[in-house]
């Protein structure tokens, strides 16, 4: 562990390898919830309004936003993201779906084929179940 400063709270922490200390992250999630519950009594809400009633910084509830945490559909949200590659307005996440699905390509090329996915985590792209702790040693070539 590490002794850094928090990026939010510039109070010194110890760290595992995060940049805002257990505090903020906390009070964070506590925002997070109350943005998302107005977002859902208010689904038409511009950002002034919700930032007026729910008493959350705009910077708290963008950083939300980027994560993909929130999702403003509110027809005047479009100007608050932008997409980081082109620059086109979004309403969550840092790019938009067509930049997503370039990069996703550019991925899929440079790893030299189709990355394989499994809707169960605990599967192995192969089919074997693979072992938290042990690994199943049959099928190392010898």
Excluded: W
Excluded at 6 to 21: A, D, H, V, Y
Excluded at 37 to 60: A, R
Excluded at 106 to 117: F, H, L
Excluded at 121 to 135: E, I, L, P, V
């Amino acid at each position: 562990m590490t002794i850094i400063q928090c990026k939010i709270c510039r109070k010194p922490f110890q760290s595992l390898g995060n940049k805002t200390c257990n505090e903020c992250l906390d009070k964070i999630d506590r925002d997070f919830i109350t943005v998302r519950d107005y977002i859902y009594d208010n689904p038409n809400s511009k950002m002034e309004k919700i930032i007026e009633d729910t008493q959350v910084e705009k910077s708290v509830i963008l950083q939300l936003l980027k994560e993909g945490r929130l999702t403003l559909d509110t027809p005047g949200a479009g100007g608050l993201l932008l997409c980081e590659i082109c620059k086109e307005p979004i309403n969550s996440g840092r790019m938009c779906n067509v930049c997503k699905e370039k990069v996703s390509k550019t991925m899929t090329k440079s790893s030299g084929g189709s990355i394989p996915v499994s809707t169960d985590k605990n599967k192995s792209t192969t089919g074997k179940y693979n072992a938290k702790m042990h690994t199943d040693i049959s099928d190392r070539k010898r």
